[in-house]
């Protein structure tokens, strides 16, 4: 069972930035594409980006498209999610995710859940 640990999360003025980094405990998650997707407060959680394999491809929710930078480091097996321009409403708990495919991830088809980091955006 492969494990997911997401830091970075924590408070931050809106206008701000935050990078939030996905560590994976096993080298195998470069066979793995890997993605991002919140949980804000009373909302139902939703797809943020996704990242390939190779890095080749990302994919992003509409709202974060030019805001949200995502990459990956398969040296050290870590994801990473640059977020900019943050406004209060990305709000959330931001959870790292893989699976075998971008457009799987994207439509929820997850293999591995991390636990979840905190973000709040204040006004």
């Known amino acids: 069972q492969m494990q997911l640990v997401e830091s970075g999360g924590g408070l931050v003025q809106a206008g701000g930035s935050l990078r939030l980094s996905c560590a994976s405990s096993e080298r195998s998650s470069s066979g793995y594409s890997m993605g991002w997707f919140r949980q804000g407060p009373g909302k139902e959680r939703e797809f943020v980006a996704a990242i390939s394999r190779d890095s080749a491809r990302t994919d992003y929710a509409d709202s974060e498209q030019g805001r949200f930078i995502i990459s990956r480091d398969k040296d050290t097996n870590t994801v990473y999610l640059q977020m900019n321009s943050l406004k209060p409403e990305d709000t959330a708990v931001y959870y790292c995710?893989?699976?075998?495919?971008?457009?799987?991830?994207?439509?929820?088809?997850?293999?591995?859940w991390g636990q979840g980091t905190q973000v709040t955006v204040s006004a």
């Open positions: 995710a893989a699976g075998w495919e971008i457009w799987a991830i994207r439509t929820g088809r997850v293999l591995y």
